[in-house]
């Protein structure tokens, strides 16, 4: 199975901060990485495919990057709605599909 | 505009059967390249892939879970049904059916979840 470490666990930042997370696959998954959003209370809500790509109607202060084993996803001035966890979730080795344990942010 | 939405009960009892309906709209498992996931989440907890069923009624289940699931659907209704047998404590949690982007292995729409608990 395909093991996903992201870090950190958790993080606090302050509006307006650029804020990244990591994401590490434990062999090799091309690009096929995606992070999703997850507010309490709600369902995950897609973000990012295919390591980079934006999806339709998600903020561009989003962005993603990366290939093979290592990936970052990133927020380009963080702002209050935008407190949620964050998971990456890997697609190579389908249909075991694996989700990393999550980041919690929070705003300082 | 596409929407799922799962039902089914939210308190079973250990050693029961939960059974789950995925109901959705707005796109056909029945076209090239669809499908429809369980995805659970315990309390708490990370996300965690259950089963998925394909539009040629292919099933994938995770390996560790394999023997307790079973996934099905009815095209006819727009419903996919997930049962799983045997439930244990362990087994509470949220439970999200969401939609494989059509060919593409992620899920781009996701059900609001229903929570099951699992206690006597």
């Known amino acids: 199975d395909i093991q996903m470490t992201q870090s950190p666990s958790s993080l606090s930042a302050s509006v307006g901060d650029r804020v990244t997370i990591t994401c590490q696959a434990s062999?090799?998954?091309?690009?096929?990485l995606s992070w999703y959003q997850q507010k309490p209370g709600q369902a995950p809500k897609l973000l990012i495919y295919?390591?980079?790509k934006l999806e339709t109607g998600v903020p561009s202060r989003f962005s993603g990057s990366g290939s093979g084993t290592d990936f970052t996803f990133t927020i380009s001035g963080l702002q209050p709605e935008d407190v949620a966890t964050y998971y990456c979730q890997q697609y190579d080795n389908v249909p075991l599909y694996t989700f990393g344990l999550g980041t919690k942010l929070e705003i300082k | 505009q596409i929407t799922l939405k799962e039902s089914g009960p939210t308190l079973v009892k250990p050693t029961q059967t939960l059974t789950l309906t995925c109901s959705f709209s707005g796109f056909s498992l029945e076209s090239s390249g669809a499908g429809v996931g369980w995805v659970r989440q315990p309390p708490g907890k990370a996300l965690e892939w259950l089963a998925l069923?394909?539009?040629?009624?292919?099933?994938r289940y995770r390996p560790s879970l394999k023997n307790r699931l079973t996934i099905s659907k009815d095209t006819s209704r727009n419903q996919v049904v997930l049962s799983m047998t045997n439930v244990a404590p362990v087994d509470t949690g949220t439970y999200y059916c969401?939609?494989?982007?059509?060919?593409?292995?992620?899920?781009?729409?996701w059900g609001p979840g229903t929570l099951v608990t699992v206690s006597s």
């Open positions: 069923i394909y539009w040629d009624d292919d099933k």
């Open positions: 062999q090799h998954i091309a690009r096929y």
């Open positions: 969401a939609r494989r982007r059509t060919g593409i292995d992620y899920f781009d729409y």
């Open positions: 295919d390591a980079s």
